[in-house]
């Protein structure tokens, strides 16, 4: 619990500056414009650097505050650790270049900041570059009781979910939520488990809840034309 609030109070710094820095580029261009009825070339470059950092900042507070994490487990793809870093590190030379022009060495504290950033962004593409976790998919007419590892223990009733190569993550997520009234955090886990381990059983009160909740995922599945394979299963 500890550890998801330090996320989300992190996403929610991120965003707040992501949303800070999108409204420093508006008022820049709007200032250039009413001033001299034109953006200077000059200050087309910090505009645009201020307009991807705060894209970069929006995405990942968003992903950090609602967890919701790509396909490889991982707050952004490659390319968006690549794009990030370049930023970071288009900062930091910005400002050794200020630091030296100016004799403001206190910039130096910036640029050794935003290095350090630029840094880790490489370091976390290269861990999201190894690819998404295999995913296991098993035939509809499985079933997890009888198979070993999937059975939680005091398990006597729930919902089987099972694992297929069509149906989004994203939906999974959503039907967990509204079906079996997940958080956003235990939907994400679930969902993820189950892409791992190819299905998953879901332990429920009773039967009878086990079977609404699975009506409830399937319908809404159907409605998608999703295959998401769920069921209400009882060892009894």
């Known amino acids: 619990m500890v550890h998801t609030f330090i996320v989300r109070i992190v996403g929610s710094v991120l965003l707040m500056f992501g949303i800070a820095l999108a409204i420093l580029a508006i008022l820049a261009v709007e200032r250039q414009l009413t001033v001299h009825g034109t953006l200077m070339t ?7 650097l ?8 929006l995405l990942v507070g968003c992903r950090l505050l609602f967890n919701r994490p790509t396909a490889n487990e991982s707050i952004l793809s490659p390319l968006g650790w690549k794009v990030l870093a370049i930023s970071f590190y ?3 030379v910005t400002s050794i270049a200020a630091a030296a022009s100016r004799g403001d060495y206190q910039l130096l504290i910036v640029a050794v900041g935003f290095g350090v950033l630029g840094y880790g962004s490489v370091k976390a593409g290269r861990t999201s570059r190894i690819g998404p976790t295999p995913s296991h998919v098993f035939p509809p007419e499985m079933s997890l009781l009888k198979t070993e590892g999937f059975l939680p223990d005091g398990f006597r009733c729930g919902v089987e979910i099972l694992n297929d190569d069509r149906t989004p993550m994203e939906f999974v997520i959503s039907v967990l939520q509204s079906g079996a009234g997940l958080s956003t955090l235990e939907a994400t886990r679930t969902m993820l488990e189950i892409h791992k381990k ?9 039967i009878e809840q086990s079977r ?7 319908t809404e599945a159907c409605g998608k034309n999703h295959p998401l394979v769920c069921r209400a299963v009882s060892l009894e």
């Not at 000059?42 to 645009?48: R, T």
């Not at 299905?199 to 429920?204: Q, S, V, Y």
């Open 50 to 57: 201020f307009c991807l950092i705060s894209a970069f900042c």
């Open 212 to 218: 609404r909740v699975a009506e409830l995922i399937v």
């Open 42 to 48: 000059g200050a087309l470059v910090p505009v645009i």
């Open 90 to 92: 288009a900062i930091c």
């Open 198 to 206: 190819g299905g998953i059983l879901l332990p429920m009160q009773s």
